[in-house]
């Protein structure tokens, strides 16, 4: 599980171009697949990675606590679209 981790201290090597290779472990304990996102952060002399979740499948992962019909969407765009025109008239 993400985060569970954080006392692990692996040495790894910068290579050619300035590319940094994860190990597979991290990649697994981390989810972090391939073509994902890291925030890269300086602090001090360090580096802090965080992972970027993808929206979508947070999406799609995440519990579903409201329901709407495509009409009821539409709808409510109708509405915010007139009320941002009224509004900048």
Not at 26 to 35: F, H, L, P, Q, T
Not at 59 to 76: C, G, S, Y
Request: with cysteine.
């Amino acid at each position: 599980m993400p985060g569970e981790h954080m006392s692990q201290r692996i040495i790894i090597r910068v290579c050619k171009k300035g590319a940094i290779y994860l190990p597979r472990k991290i990649m697994r304990d981390m989810s972090i697949s391939e073509g994902d996102y890291l925030l890269v952060r300086i602090k001090g002399n360090k580096l802090i990675m965080e992972v970027i979740p993808d929206p979508f499948l947070l999406a799609v992962k995440t519990k579903k606590w409201a329901k709407t019909t495509v009409e009821e969407f539409e709808r409510e765009s109708e509405i915010e679209q007139e009320q941002t025109l009224e509004s900048n008239s």
